[in-house]
């Protein structure tokens, strides 16, 4: 298995509180992304970095932040939680470009509640 | 319109059947990617085609890039089986991902 870990794995947050989610890799592949799971709707992403600290913005990015600063490490964070962003939440890794080639690795997941 | 577009949305079967999962996508590709999401469970890979077939275990996945399309086959289910098949396939940023398959194997 490849080694990603999220954390936390389950959150219960109130409206308006900031949430920082951490993914973690050992592989050190070049690309992370966040990506957000919902009834009706596939996997969305969030945003996704390329690099220490090359991060863009993706589909359903409104609301979040990222940050890299280092290769392994790729956070998420909700400045300021909504009910909206009640999900649940999935890191994924791979070693070339929007895994046309290669392998995409996914996290656990977290999952957030925001009251 | 999705760009990725799996049928059925649900299926149930009793084991033993052979299983077939469909994904359509509107978009010119190069590879696609078939996923698996156990409940409560995280997402792993299950293949990455960019044509023809591949098989792994009793799990079958083809596709047919002129048509723009891929099905994901399952022999002698077993309801181990039980999950949620996910179809993807690349853009620019990252993928873009089906509704998924919600398949249920009974006893």
């Known amino acids: 298995d490849a080694g990603i870990t999220q954390s936390p794995r389950h959150k219960v947050t109130e409206t308006g509180t900031p949430v920082t989610l951490r993914c973690h890799q050992t592989e050190n592949h070049r690309y992370m992304y966040w990506y957000r799971q919902d009834p009706g709707h596939g996997l969305r992403l969030i945003h996704y970095?390329?690099?220490?600290?090359?991060?863009d913005k993706g589909e359903v990015s409104d609301g979040y932040s990222v940050s890299r600063s280092k290769t392994e490490d790729f956070l998420l964070t909700l400045e300021s939680a909504t009910s909206s962003q009640t999900s649940v939440y999935f890191c994924?890794?791979?070693?070339?470009?929007?895994?046309?080639?290669?392998?995409?690795?996914f996290g656990e997941g977290s999952r957030l509640t925001v009251l | 319109k999705n760009e990725v577009e799996q049928s059925p949305q649900n299926l149930t079967a009793q084991e033993g059947e052979f299983i077939t999962i469909n994904c359509s996508y509107s978009?010119?590709?190069?590879?696609l990617h078939w996923l698996q999401q156990h409940p409560g469970g995280g997402i792993v890979s299950l293949f990455m085609?960019?044509?023809g077939k591949k098989k792994h275990g009793r799990l079958i996945a083809t596709i047919n890039i002129q048509e723009k399309h891929s099905s994901l086959h399952i022999t002698a289910s077993h309801p181990r089986d039980s999950a949620v098949y996910i179809c993807a396939v690349p853009r620019a940023d990252g993928l873009t991902f089906g509704k998924g398959t919600h398949l249920i194997i009974q006893p």
């Open positions: 970095s390329y690099g220490v600290k090359d991060t």
């Open positions: 978009v010119g590709i190069s590879a």
């Open positions: 994924a890794i791979s070693d070339v470009r929007s895994g046309l080639t290669g392998e995409l690795f």
């Open positions: 085609l960019s044509s």
